[in-house]
């Protein structure tokens, strides 16, 4: 069956702007996680999402937000974005809620801020 | 502040050798994972080790699972170019998953 697919690959955006970012899971999984991996901070959790509702949130500030739709796709949307939140953005979809289950994880999203 | 510390965080070896990559906590985990990321792609689960004391063999690769559950090995054998890549392992209370920040591997041929 087909991974978990993220849109666009790579991203360019300038301070200030806002952007969104997309994840498909693998068919039949209801729990997307989202992460941030940076050199210096390595892989952090940002939140996850399971039936349509956030289930647990890292330590991001607000302007880190998501949802989740009915097929499970989920969004990630970074507003007023800052030079720091260059990364590489990955999404993991699980069949169990929370990072008890297996999670595959997407290529990723590489977020370049300027 | 990291919840898991890993060791090295680099690690070059030759073709054919053995490498020990180590990962340590302060906290107690219920379950730890390793993950395999390699260039351009997101990290891909090795093994889930649940139980203290627990090894677990995947071909050439040994993962032990402390007996106090708070630190976690893995051991490669004759390593191959493609083991090349970065080794993460991760652990979670409350569903969260918490990385370290990895320990890059690069086997030369």
């Known amino acids: 069956k087909a991974g978990v697919t993220q849109t666009p690959r790579y991203l360019i955006k300038t301070r200030g702007q806002q952007v969104t970012l997309s994840c498909s899971p693998i068919s039949g999984h209801r729990s997307v996680s989202w992460y941030q991996q940076t050199p210096g901070q390595g892989l952090q959790f940002l939140f996850e999402?399971?039936?349509?509702?956030?289930?647990n949130k890292g330590n991001f500030p607000g302007r880190f937000s998501g949802r989740q739709f009915s097929n499970s796709r989920s969004e990630m949307n970074v507003s007023t974005l800052e030079l720091g939140d260059s990364a590489l953005y990955l999404c993991?979809?699980?069949?169990?809620?929370?990072?008890?289950?297996?999670?595959?994880f997407g290529p990723g999203t590489r977020l370049t801020v300027l | 502040t990291q919840l898991l510390e890993q060791s090295p965080q680099f690690l070059s070896i030759q073709e054919g050798e053995n490498l020990t990559v180590y990962c340590n906590s302060s906290s107690v985990f219920s379950s730890l994972q390793w993950y395999r990321q390699e260039p351009g792609e997101g990290p891909v689960l090795l093994v889930t080790v649940v139980t203290g004391g627990e090894v677990k063999k995947l071909k050439r690769l040994t993962f032990q699972f402390g007996d106090a559950r708070k630190d976690s090995s893995l051991h490669i054998t004759a390593a191959q170019p493609g083991d090349t890549g970065l080794y993460l392992c991760?652990?979670?209370?409350?569903?969260?998953?918490?990385f370290g920040a990895g320990t890059t591997v690069t086997v030369r041929a």
């Open positions: 993991a979809s699980s069949l169990l809620q929370g990072s008890i289950g297996e999670q595959f």
């Open positions: 999402y399971f039936s349509e509702t956030q289930r």
């Open positions: 991760a652990g979670g209370p409350d569903y969260k998953l918490s």
